[in-house]
Nanobody
Framework: QGPVVESGGGLVQPGGSLRLSCAVS????????IGWFRQAPGKLREGVGC?????RYADSVKGRFTISRDNAENLVYLQMNSLKPGDTAVYYC????????????????????WGQGTSVTVSS
C-alpha cells in the first residue's frame, strides 16, 4: 500500500449516505492539503472538494458532501449525503505535502500522492 489509501465505498440507494475514509501514512498531517476527486465511467476525473485550513467543494456536491479530518489518526473523511446516481464513480483522495496555505489547491497536478480509489455506486 502507498501513503494514501481510501476505503468505504460500496453500493447505496439514491438518497442514501456513505462515508469514505482517506488514511495517510508516513506523514504527519500538520501542514498539508487533501483533495477528493472522482472519475465516473467514460468521463474525466474531476474535483469533488479539498481541505487544508478549511474545506471547499465543487458546486455539484456543495451542501451534500462534507470533508473533515482527524489529525491525531491521520484520517480525512468524505461524508456523502443525499447521493444521486450521478455520484457513481471511483473516488480518490490525494495528498499535497507540505502545503502551508489555508486555501487548498484545486488542480489535480498539485497533488503528489494518490490512492488507488474506492468505488461508489448509487443505484436502486
Amino acid at each position: 500500500q502507498g501513503p494514501v489509501v481510501e476505503s468505504g465505498g460500496g453500493l447505496v440507494q439514491p438518497g442514501g449516505s456513505l462515508r469514505l475514509s482517506c488514511a495517510v501514512s508516513g506523514f504527519t498531517l500538520d501542514y498539508y492539503a487533501i483533495g477528493w476527486f472522482r472519475q465516473a465511467p467514460g468521463k474525466l476525473r474531476e474535483g469533488v472538494g479539498c481541505i487544508s485550513g478549511f474545506a471547499r467543494y465543487a458546486d455539484s456536491v456543495k451542501g451534500r458532501f462534507t470533508i473533515s479530518r482527524d489529525n491525531a489518526e491521520n484520517l480525512v473523511y468524505l461524508q456523502m449525503n443525499s447521493l444521486k446516481p450521478g455520484d457513481t464513480a471511483v473516488y480518490y483522495c490525494a495528498l499535497r505535502y507540505p502545503w502551508y496555505g489555508s486555501n487548498c489547491p484545486d488542480e489535480q497536478n498539485e497533488y503528489s500522492y494518490w490512492g488507488q480509489g474506492t468505488s461508489v455506486t448509487v443505484s436502486s
